[in-house]
């Protein structure tokens, strides 16, 4: 366990459990609903296994319509209501939508300290986005991509992760959707020198962004 993990009260095995019993579920009827089987279902339960990214965006989406929250962008509500770290950042670095995850897991709590400021870039994190920007990902020509890097979070200590990083659109900008795992440096390095920096990867991911924020914003009151 890292130190970025999230404290127990608020983590996303409880989070899950807590979404799950909500709806009067099943494990095997919210497997299914979710497009996997009960024994994953378990396994998140029990904290022996973490939802894959596509999953994370469908859990998202779920709760956002459970919530029906008006005057918000579907897009940034989905981020927000995300059992998982996640962030949307603009071409210029501004902090768009946080997940609560992220913030409490910081210490940090939505109603006392307002998302308005810039983020900090790394070396790591400035050089994966000027290969991204070269690739053609704020044009829309790169569906998906994989960041290994240090980053500046919430705080003004460099952290390592893992992301999964998707376009997606914010008042006619281009903008990163950011899903993150923390790691330890010991991880950090066993998946940099696995992936390096940046990989590319293809446009299923971003398929089920759009699609999971088109469903958010049909079901919007």
């Known amino acids: 366990m890292t130190a970025r993990e999230a404290t127990p009260e608020y983590s996303p095995v409880v989070e899950i459990l807590a979404l799950r019993t909500q709806l009067k579920l099943s494990q095997a ?9 009960q024994a994953t279902v378990s396994r998140w339960e029990h904290g022996l ?9 469908r ?21 927000e209501y995300s059992l998982f770290p996640m962030a949307i950042i603009s071409q210029d ?16 709590d939505r109603e006392r300290k307002p ?4 983020k900090h870039a790394t070396a790591d994190m400035e050089q994966a986005i000027s290969l991204l920007r070269g ?25 390592p992760f893992e992301a999964i990083c998707t376009p997606v659109a914010i008042d006619g900008e281009i903008c990163r959707l950011m899903q993150y795992v923390f790691l330890s ?3 950090f390095r066993s998946r940099r020198s696995a992936c390096g920096l940046l990989t590319i990867l293809d446009r299923e991911l971003s398929a089920v962004a759009a699609h999971s924020s088109g469903s958010a914003r049909a079901s919007a009151p």
Do not use: C
């Not at 009827?29 to 089987?37: A, I, K, Q, R």
């Not at 919530?67 to 981020?79: F, M, Q, R, S, Y």
């Not at 998302?115 to 810039?118: E, Q, V």
């Open 29 to 37: 009827e919210f497997g299914e609903m979710l497009e996997v089987d």
């Open 49 to 57: 296994q973490a939802p894959d990214p596509k999953v994370r965006i």
């Open 59 to 79: 859990l998202s989406e779920l709760i956002y319509r459970l919530n029906a929250t008006k005057g918000i962008k579907p897009e940034i509500a989905l981020v």
């Open 93 to 108: 670095w501004r902090v768009i939508a946080l997940s609560d995850s992220l913030l409490r897991t910081n210490g940090q």
């Open 115 to 118: 998302i308005a400021r810039k």
């Open 135 to 159: 690739r053609g990902f704020f044009e829309g020509r790169v569906g998906a991509a994989r960041i290994v890097a240090h980053g500046f979070m919430l705080r003004d200590d460099q952290e």
């Open 185 to 187: 440096e010991e991880e």
